[in-house]
């Protein structure tokens, strides 16, 4: 990498520990990151907050302008009938001021349409865009989302996802420029702190549900498949979290008149915890209608639980559906039942899924060698040519 440090614009959310995964990545880097909130309110994740405060590392990381550090809530409020235009006009003058080497977009309907909000294409240093979860796969069904992915796409030299499925779907809406290797956004699995002394899976009494329901997350589904095999699942813990006002409400349901052991994890609970409840874990439950490459699901993996996942994560492309996992076609409670029945009292598929997904982890998603992957996007943004020329538009 270039001795001078190179200025990179990061457009994303402020309160995404996705978004300080990522930028945590570089901390031995020579860059100096701005980050321009793309999230509607003020907070910041605390480990955003280290990366910014840090002394040590060699790359930086401010946010601009600073008064996004309190007013992001109430502008945003503001910006609800303008389609963000006041923040946009902030970020335009921003980029016009700074004169960046790059624009990275972390996530494209805040971040990504606030860029497109500035009007200053073509105008623009290179534009580099990151999908996150659904960006792509879901809204691109939706013709007022699906044409501002396609002006994102035509002004972006670079792409980056975590699902070689988006690859082929931005191809097909046009996008013609470098796309990067499919890595996890989220910056992979940490196998240091995954816990290493856990009883095999078929020894294990929990069964863990991501309980979102809001957007896409179909939580009630998978709650209510466990109300139909209830009768299967006397001696677990059901274990619930991420949990919205929906999921909690039926799971008192599950409790208390199908009689099954159901707990429910506080909103903020450290990772090193949920990583142990993994570890405790027989079986994983995820389902939504939309998603990149779930956090979960890799998790679920990692720690030798048995996924059952909705096949709109990706999950076909880590995990051989009924031998390392289960991926759902269709989040239909009745056959989500069934194949919880099957799965818990077969001990020889729990256990030898559990080897099989450790590996994928090991291979392809360790944080290691996923740093050391995203470290490769800047330095090709880098050596792909000069930027664009600048016409400020102010």
Known sequence: MPNKSKRILIIGMADS?????????????????????????????PMLKDLIASTTNRMTVTI??????????????MDIPFNNRFRSQLL????????????????????????????????????????????????????????????????????????????????????AGKTMPVIPNSGGINLDEVPKDSLPPSQRKKIMIKGYTGFVGQALTAIKACELAAEHLREYEIVIYSASLKSRF????LRYIHDVKVTI????????LMLKHFSEARVYIGISLSDGISTSLLEAMATGCYPIQTGTSCA?????????????????????????????????????????NRRQIFDRASSIKVAKTAKTFYQTTYLSGSKMNYCDLT
């Open 92 to 175: 335009r003058r921003l980029i016009n001021q700074q004169k960046f080497d790059l624009i990275h977009v972390l996530e494209l309907q805040h971040a990504g349409y606030l860029l497109l909000g500035t009007k200053l294409a073509p105008n623009l240093p290179k534009v580099f865009i990151t999908n996150w979860g659904s960006d792509i796969y879901w809204f691109q069904q939706f013709p007022k989302h699906k044409d501002k992915i396609v002006q994102l796409l035509n002004i972006a030299s670079f792409y980056s996802a975590e699902c070689q499925r988006d690859i082929e779907i931005v191809k097909k809406l046009g996008y």
């Open 17 to 45: 520990v996705h978004l300080a995964r990522w930028l945590s990545q570089f901390a031995d880097q020579s860059i100096d990151f701005t980050l321009f909130p793309s999230s509607p309110h003020r907070h910041i994740h």
């Open 64 to 77: 601009k302008p600073h008064s996004m550090k309190w007013l992001a809530l109430p502008l945003s409020a």
């Open 250 to 253: 039926r799971a008192l349901k």
């Open 265 to 272: 994890l506080k909103k903020r609970t450290p990772h090193h």
């Open 316 to 356: 076909a492309e880590w995990i051989a559906n009924t031998q390392d996992g289960q991926i759902i076609v269709f989040p239909d409670a009745y056959k989500i039942s069934e194949q919880l029945i099957n799965v818990i009292s077969n001990s020889t598929v729990l256990d030898t899924a559990a080897d099989n």
